[in-house]
């Protein structure tokens, strides 16, 4: 129960201190990769894609 409790209050102080950071900055938390954004394919990876997207997914559909 020692160790549970130990870990609860790091857990605590971490996400403490993190939130305090923003709030003084004032800044959203950013990935610092770009998340899913840099993944090649999913530029417009969406459920209702423009008509450019499906343009291009048709196009691409005859190819293959």
Do not use: H
């Amino acid at each position: 129960m020692t160790i549970w409790l130990m870990t609860f209050v790091l857990m605590l102080i971490a996400v403490t201190g993190m939130a305090i950071g923003v709030v003084f900055k004032r800044e959203p938390i950013k990935g610092s990769c770009g998340g899913l954004n840099n993944f090649k394919g999913f530029e417009c990876a969406c459920d209702d894609p423009c008509e450019a997207r499906r343009a291009m997914l048709a196009a691409a559909d005859n190819q293959s």
